[in-house]
């Protein structure tokens, strides 16, 4: 994984600094679904159709669906799929809701409900980054307005009037949107600069800290070793066998670190001392999971197998990443040979065999 891809910050984890999906806007939206209600049936009391006020209730659920799927947008950006419908509807909620006034009882208050549900979802959706969808949303609404006006004898101009007053609206929303948004890209780019910066000091640390684990080990095993030859002492044939143990043991640490416990150590000593020839291989395929349950069963598994071997050879390998297996022990005690072989998804399996 590149550096780039583990530390970038989806969308969603940079704060919502302008409570676009905060519980105060869907708060205000209710609040301003019940004014909505009040006023319609306020301002259209005269209205005796029950298909007129049926298209009313359409429109309404038509603008409550629109503004529904804004809010309910993850993240910043609206979804292009969801900014279409959520357009869609809020054409379709002028177009009924205007169709659905009398002429003979029209006053304009009857219209500004249907409107400013209207400017409420463009002006949202413009917010969410979906500016053109949500302008041209705004011009088809005036386009059906005008329709309209001129389908019931007050005039295009007439008609388009009623959507004049969200015009301002989506003005501001479109500044906002180029001015104050642009904002939330540059926190996500900070944060990741923090998070990258957290995890190289977070890797260098753990280098330094193995480090000098390795020299603190060093010093433990090889000090008194050196310090003899320094002084010419004369050794003898057990002191060079531990000596010889003592640097296979500290190679151990350096290129096998996921078999590394003070349980694999001491049953690695005690094996090679026995005469078993003892080799741990570590190619990164267990990672982080040295640490968890796989790595110490790996490990367990490596103990019973060293205690087990009298003779011969055992090769333990932590495998490369990518391939089927996490690693596999071989015991070959010629003629006879076992191979245990643990998978990515923790069966082990176990080969035994004869080389005649």
């Not at 041209?136 to 307005?145: L, R």
């Amino acid at each position: 994984m590149t550096e780039s891809a583990a530390t970038r910050v989806a969308p969603d984890d940079v704060p919502d600094l302008f409570g676009l999906g905060s519980a105060t806007l869907r708060w205000a939206l209710v609040a301003f679904a019940v004014v909505y209600v009040a006023v319609s049936v306020g301002a259209g009391w005269q209205i005796r159709s029950p298909w007129r006020w049926a298209g009313l209730l359409c429109g309404f659920v038509l603008f409550t669906l629109a503004i529904g799927l804004v809010v309910r947008t993850g993240g910043s950006r609206a979804s292009t799929g969801a900014a279409v419908v959520a357009t869609a509807a809020s054409v379709g909620g002028i177009a009924v809701s205007l169709w659905s006034l009398p002429v003979a009882t029209y006053q304009t208050v009857q219209s500004s409900s249907p409107v400013s549900a209207m400017t409420i979802a463009m002006a949202m959706l413009a917010l969410h980054r979906r500016t053109l969808i949500a302008w041209s949303g705004v011009v088809c609404c005036s386009a059906v307005a005008m329709a309209w006006g001129e389908s019931i004898g007050f005039g295009l101009g007439t008609g388009a009037q009623t959507t004049f007053f969200c015009y301002p609206v989506m003005i501001m929303a479109t500044l906002f949107v180029l001015v104050a948004l642009p904002l939330e890209d540059r926190i996500r780019m900070l944060r990741e600069r923090a998070i990258a910066q957290a995890s190289t000091e977070a890797a260098t640390a753990a280098g330094a800290a193995e480090r000098n684990r390795q020299l603190r080990r060093l010093d433990r095993r090889a000090r008194p070793i050196l310090q003899q030859i320094v002084e010419r002492h004369e050794f003898t044939s057990a002191e060079v066998a531990n000596a010889r143990l003592t640097e296979a043991q500290l190679r151990d640490g350096i290129r096998a670190q996921a078999w590394e416990s003070e349980a694999v150590r001491e049953a690695v000593w005690r094996a090679r001392r026995r005469g078993v020839s003892v080799l741990l291989l570590d190619d990164g395929a267990a990672g982080p999971a040295t640490d968890s349950v796989v790595g110490r069963r790996l490990r367990d598994a490596l103990v019973d197998e060293l205690d087990a071997v009298d003779g011969g050879q055992l090769t333990a390998r932590v495998l490369p990443p990518g391939r089927a297996l996490l690693a596999s022990i071989v015991v070959n005690e010629d003629p006879r040979f076992r191979r245990v072989e643990f998978g990515l998804d923790g069966v082990v399996a176990v080969h035994t065999g004869s080389l005649d």
